[in-house]
């Protein structure tokens, strides 16, 4: 499906998301004018079946066509009925994997902006309002409008003189209605506009819980979630005022309409211009009126608060995303590691933000291990976060294998490294899912010896069902030190060229982490390998570490190097009881 420009109006975005689905959308709206066609012809038959009785003629016949057109008009209602709901939901359908496909694509510069909860709300209530746009608005309004043109067309061949008093009534009650429209998407906007604000609260408060609860805070956060559930009850309750205010100015309208027609018609019958079928058709159609002009009230009213849930939706979708392109194979064995190259890199992640990297620059040759180390805020996990393109330099050149990243594609790239980040998280579902989630085509030889490397074994063997355990959202059953193993197991069940290790030994114990070392060091003789720590300890063996501080790289050299001729590194290294400073 082709998603229109940011800028393109809610219709054409509805009917975007209508085409798929175009065919089941026609046969709901033909059964709905069959529907409307069969109730149009119900007063003509009772006008009829009252000139039979006035003639003292049987009335069998008109009895059972009145009766054959009820059931036909139940029958084929509830099955358009169906047919339009079915669509509606395939249209929601449509909506959500369009917009859950363009969320995943977001760069993380965009997702930084954006609360996760409202993303969720735009994703799943704003999408649920499209449901009665389509049958109410996009169908209501064709068949509403068609059926009341229908209408007014059969009280025309009735009686012209009581179609123009009906008209004039109506008339006065689409300017009032037209008053009210407005209101109605204001207000519906802001109510979904609050609702995302409750889903960003409530994610803000689910997604660090035991902090929360640690804290004491559950009161506060849960007056914050409901302050937001309280202003969006607030603007639904007015969108609600205003559509019932719009839909009883129509069904008000209807029955000024039926007294003026009664009392005008009265006239006409008793002057003898018209018949009392006649009058009683006309009456019929009067009521039968009141349908069609509630359906376009209604598909109105839907209709705007559907463009308030379109606008929503439309902004996520004019959020800067990255390429969608199938993903890249994985690196076969024996590839070549990679070389990694810093020119001159200067980067701030958005621009009210100071920059974080000030001309750094340095080369990583293939093969080999890479620590980076230096205080808190140097800019170290931004490196790892530029060579993943999550965000893109303001100046300067990052290279893999001599090509500028801005030239790779985004998957293959990204297929070429293994990534074990700060926090080393774990995703809801069982063991066996994270360990192949970046690679899904690993075979059990594959993950029984990354199980060995990262001694995860004995973890395997205590979990009741083994790999096939749930872990728990986040990883909860699992421990911190765990939850880096498993982590580091996914990255090398990749395969990469270059491994990327962001803290990746933080939560060990000191047995796991000399075993840890020695693994990365073994990787290290095949692979390109680059190491963020804080613990000096697990990056003295490097073949070269990059000292970096507020941004710069102050110095490059190996341990022995640095301690002699790096005052930072000299400082590090003795604050953490690694050298004796000379």
Excluded: C
Excluded at 446 to 463: I, Q
């Amino acid at each position: 499906m082709s998603t229109p420009p940011a800028s393109a109006p809610p219709w054409r975005v509805l009917l975007a998301y209508v085409r798929p689905h175009r065919k089941a959308l026609v046969a709901g709206a033909l059964l709905s004018l069959a529907t409307g066609a069969t109730g149009l012809a119900l007063p003509l038959v009772a006008q009829e079946l009252i000139g039979d009785l006035s003639a003292d003629r049987s009335i069998s016949g008109a009895l059972m066509l009145l009766s054959l057109l009820v059931v036909a008009n139940a029958g084929i209602g509830a099955l358009g009925g169906y047919v339009l709901q079915r669509t509606a939901e395939s249209v929601v359908l449509t909506a959500r994997h369009s917009l859950t496909s363009a969320l995943l694509r977001l760069r993380i510069s965009a997702v930084d902006a954006v609360e996760p909860g409202d993303l969720l709300a735009r994703a799943t209530s704003d999408t649920t309002l499209l449901r009665a746009m389509t049958t109410n608005s996009l169908i209501g309004f064709g068949t509403g409008g068609l059926t009341l043109v229908g209408t007014l067309l059969m009280m025309g061949l009735v009686d012209p003189v009581l179609l123009a008093v009906t008209v004039g009534v109506i008339a006065v009650a689409s300017l009032v209605i037209g008053g009210i429209v407005p209101l109605i998407n204001r207000a519906g906007k802001r109510a979904q506009e609050s609702v995302g604000r409750m889903g960003a609260a409530l994610e803000r408060a689910l997604g660090a819980l035991r902090t929360v609860k640690a804290s004491g805070a559950e009161r506060r956060e849960r007056d914050a979630v409901h302050r937001a559930a309280e202003e969006s009850w607030r603007e639904s309750v007015r969108a609600a005022k205003w559509q019932a205010l719009a839909g009883n100015t129509a069904g008000l309208s209807t029955q000024v309409a039926f007294i003026t027609v009664l009392a005008v018609g009265g006239a006409r019958v008793s002057t003898g211009a018209i018949d009392v079928g006649a009058l009683v058709a006309f009456l019929l159609y009067v009521f039968y009126l009141m349908s069609p002009i509630q359906q376009l009230v209604t598909a109105v009213a839907q209709y705007q608060l559907g463009s308030a849930a379109i606008s929503r939706i439309q902004e996520v979708q004019a959020l800067p995303g990255e390429p969608d392109r199938p993903p890249a194979p994985l690196p076969t064995p024996g590839a070549e590691p990679a070389a990694v190259t810093f020119e001159n890199v200067r980067f701030r992640y958005s621009p009210e933000l100071p920059y974080i990297h000030h001309g750094v620059t340095f080369a990583v040759p293939p093969r080999g291990m890479t620590a980076f180390v230096g205080p808190s805020g140097a800019g170290k996990t931004t490196v790892f976060s530029l060579i993943e393109r999550f965000y893109d330099p303001v100046e300067g050149r990052v290279l893999l294998d001599g090509l500028d990243i801005a030239e790779w594609d985004v998957a293959a790239l990204r297929a070429a490294i293994g990534y074990v980040e700060q926090d080393a998280p774990v995703l809801s579902g069982t063991l066996r899912d994270n360990l192949l989630f970046g690679a899904p085509d690993a075979d059990e030889a594959a993950v029984t010896a990354v199980l060995a490397t990262t001694r995860l074994e004995t973890l395997v063997t205590r979990l009741p069902e083994g790999l096939d355990t749930v872990v728990g959202h986040r990883g909860t059953k699992l421990s911190g030190g765990e939850r880096q193993r498993v982590a580091i197991a996914r990255a090398l069940l990749r395969r990469p060229r270059l491994l990327l290790l962001d803290e990746a030994t933080s939560q060990l114990d000191a047995v796991n982490e000399a075993a840890l070392r020695d693994t990365v060091a073994a990787v290290a003789r095949e692979t390109t390998v680059l190491v963020v720590a804080h613990r000096l300890s697990t990056v003295t063996t490097a073949d070269r570490i990059v000292v970096m501080d507020n941004g710069r790289v102050l110095a490059v050299g190996t341990h022995t190097e640095l301690v002699n001729g790096s005052p930072l590194y000299a400082e590090l290294a003795a604050t953490q009881f690694l050298a004796t400073v000379e």
